[in-house]
């Protein structure tokens, strides 16, 4: 059994260009910026694509696809393995796409998968997932690790598709005070006894919390709509990760396009996978579900196949990139 995970320090930023502050390039114009530029002027034929791998939205997988997702989700963990869900800013499906994985990979695996809510907003996270917020980050972090999972179980809820939640509050005022000294506490309690956590963390990455969530992380899946301005989200957190000293990470990191429109999108996903070839490891998309948009407790089964499909892809997607870390 591995020992409790105790973060590092966070890794120095290097000099940004011009001789500016650490970490922070000068900006360009959303307009004028070449990764965002020209997203909307494709062929309407060129739209049909939606990833770099595997089947696009709307196109069924392969028994060969199938076969190897499942196979990812069901690999052999050596230690365990954390995947953080982010977004810069709130409202892009964030939380959804972290029970979604959560869910998903703890329905595929006999051992303990965790929901770990690192949100200070006191989000919405327990009305997704349909459970009673039990011990919080702040109760697991003053009592420390119990020494058997069926212990720390008991302080737990679990989701119906079998994923352990763990709130960052029981209610807003607690939700607030998640700070670094909470987070490692309770990441000590929990860390060895669960395969797979699935983080969902606050919007935004530059506070010191976040910073220390990320440089947990084995694999990132970043949250964002499949607009000219998601992607301009999308492309400065990518950027903010490989001048901060994250590029490794960077590489394990999945854009997860959410919402998307069984049409299409208003901008041109085939075009943007190119454009972030470089600096993503892929680029997926969730499609619109009218069981995810009411926005009350996520039940698995109550999706549309090409959803669960997409759920079951970025899961095996988010696990297989946190597998390929140290």
């Known amino acids: 059994m591995s020992a409790p995970y105790r973060p590092g320090p ?189 983080t969902d963390c606050g919007a935004g990455l530059a506070t010191p919390l976040m910073r220390r969530v990320v440089s947990g992380c084995h694999s990132l899946v970043l949250a964002t709509t499949p607009s000219i301005d998601g992607i301009l989200a999308s492309h400065n957190v990518l950027r903010w990760l490989r001048d901060s000293g994250f590029t490794a990470l960077a590489d394990r990191s999945i854009v997860a396009l959410t919402n998307v429109p069984a049409g299409g999108a208003s901008i041109d996903v085939a075009e943007t996978t190119a454009r972030f070839a470089p600096l993503a490891g892929e680029v997926l998309a969730v499609p619109a579900d009218p069981h995810l948009a009411q926005g009350g407790p996520l039940d698995m089964d109550a999706l549309a196949e090409d959803t669960r499909r997409a759920a079951v892809r970025l899961a095996a997607s988010a696990l297989g990139a946190a597998l390929t870390a140290p």
């Open 10 to 198: 966070p890794p120095n930023a290097p000099p940004g260009p011009d001789g500016g502050l650490p970490g922070i390039a000068r900006p360009t114009a959303p307009h004028l910026d070449p990764v965002v530029a020209g997203l909307t002027q494709q062929p309407d034929q060129q739209r049909r694509r939606w990833a770099r791998r595997g089947p696009g939205l709307g196109e069924q997988p392969t028994s060969a696809d199938l076969a190897a997702w499942s196979a990812m989700l069901q690999a052999p963990v050596g230690s365990p393995r954390r995947i953080g869900v982010v977004a810069l800013k709130g409202g892009v499906g964030k939380t959804t796409l972290s029970v979604l994985m959560a869910g998903t990979v703890a329905r595929a695996r006999q051992d303990p998968v965790l929901l770990f809510d690192a949100d200070t907003t006191f989000g919405s996270l327990a009305l997704r997932t349909g459970v009673p917020l039990s011990a919080s980050a702040h109760e697991l972090a003053a009592a420390g690790d119990p020494g058997r999972f069926d212990v720390l179980a008991g302080a737990l809820s679990r989701s119906r598709d079998g994923a352990w939640v763990l709130p960052s509050g029981r209610d807003p005022e607690q939700s607030a005070g998640l700070d670094e000294a909470v987070y490692i506490g309770a990441m000590n309690a929990v860390y060895r006894h669960f395969a797979v956590m699935v």
